[in-house]
């Protein structure tokens, strides 16, 4: 009696061969008879084709291939197989989970600048109609269809929906747009998707300017910074980084020189007149005409400002010297 092979996703080492990103899985050996045994995984659908045409699809469970007995071909694999034909079978897994891919690109704003977006969309297959769709319309590489395959035919659905509002809009008016920009992807993905059976459940839309120093520019902006103070604080948080000493003056636009101090303005003293009041007070402080210095109420003059008592008056030396004579005041000058 022949062995039945067991076909199922599980490699030679016992690992799963569909992982994160594997859409659908090609069973590869050539060893699927009549009679091998089918093992779909909770997760998974199994689309089973023999030339070209779907004889089945199977959900989680253990199945044998059975066909009908071909007369031409029976004394053959009677002679050679036992019964058994092999190389009329193929066997495709498909993922029931959720799986992300992701599309990227550069758009044009209205101003011609330069733009990056990053769409995620998450998508899984539904139904076992979904998986015939899927088998039949999506063409695939090798034994394996990825996500990143899958995002080859999407990529140009998402840029096209992306410019579309993109390239009527300012750049710094973008971000304001970005719901509209998600309901467009959505809409235009959703409708590419259902002709492959691949539901689409969730679109995350990221948009950001290329150029870097761009997007620092627009982050000053945010913070209510005009044109000229956002450069001007750009360029101070450049001259930082680098420890720049002029940082500072560049950002609140003052002048910067290099060795040189200016000195401190000077304080002012007061100098005492001839009416004994020192110089800028007000008229109220001041002693009314003909009267002498100490006859100025003391309370009308603040403490600070109090004039010393004056030099008594220069005498004659002893030795005979010349000197100076300042009279008291009142006595006559002969």
């Known amino acids: ?40 995984e909770n997760n998974h659908f199994c689309v089973l084709k023999s030339r070209g045409a779907i004889l089945n699809v199977y959900e989680a469970g253990q199945y044998p291939v059975e066909t009908p007995q071909r007369v031409l071909l029976g004394g053959i694999q009677q002679a050679f197989y036992g019964g058994q034909s092999p190389w009329q079978y193929e066997v ?3 993922s029931r989970a959720k ?30 109609q979904d998986a015939v769709k899927l088998v039949t319309h999506m063409p695939y590489s090798g034994h394996l269809l990825t996500t990143e395959q899958l995002n080859a035919y999407a990529g140009p659905v998402v840029e096209q929906s992306v410019n579309q509002i ?5 750049l710094e008016r973008v971000n304001e747009k970005i719901h509209e920009i998600t309901e467009l992807v959505r809409g235009h993905l959703q409708d590419f998707l259902a002709v492959y059976g ?3 459940n969730d679109v995350k839309v990221l948009i950001r300017p290329r150029d870097e120093r761009m997007r620092e520019l627009i982050s000053l902006r945010a913070f209510g910074l005009s ?11 450049k001259m930082a980084e680098r420890g720049l000493v002029s940082a500072p003056n560049m950002a609140v636009g003052a002048p910067f ?3 040189y101090t200016p000195p401190p303005a000077p304080i002012p003293i007061p100098i005492p007149n001839v ?30 400002q109090v004039p010393p008592p004056p030099a008594p008056p220069w005498e004659v030396p002893a030795d005979g010297g010349v000197g100076a004579f300042i009279p008291e005041p009142g006595a006559s000058g002969r």
């Open 1 to 40: 009696m022949p062995v039945r092979n067991v076909i199922s996703t599980l490699g030679s080492d016992g690992t799963e061969v569909m992982g994160p990103g594997v859409l659908m899985y090609h069973y590869p050996s050539p060893d699927i008879m009549n009679g091998s045994l089918l093992t779909v």
């Open 92 to 94: 495709l897994f498909v």
């Open 99 to 128: 799986s992300v891919a992701k599309a990227t690109g550069v758009a044009l704003s209205r101003e011609l600048a330069e733009l990056v977006y990053d769409v995620d969309y998450y998508v899984h297959i539904d139904t076992g």
């Open 166 to 170: 993109v390239q009527l809009t300012p």
């Open 198 to 200: 691949i539901m689409l």
């Open 227 to 237: 044109e000229i103070d956002a450069v001007r604080y750009y360029v101070a948080m």
């Open 257 to 259: 020189n290099i060795g």
């Open 275 to 304: 009416t004994g009041v020192p110089a800028g007070l007000p008229p109220s402080r001041m002693a009314p005409p003909g009267a002498a210095p100490h006859q100025v109420p003391p309370h009308q003059v603040p403490p600070h």
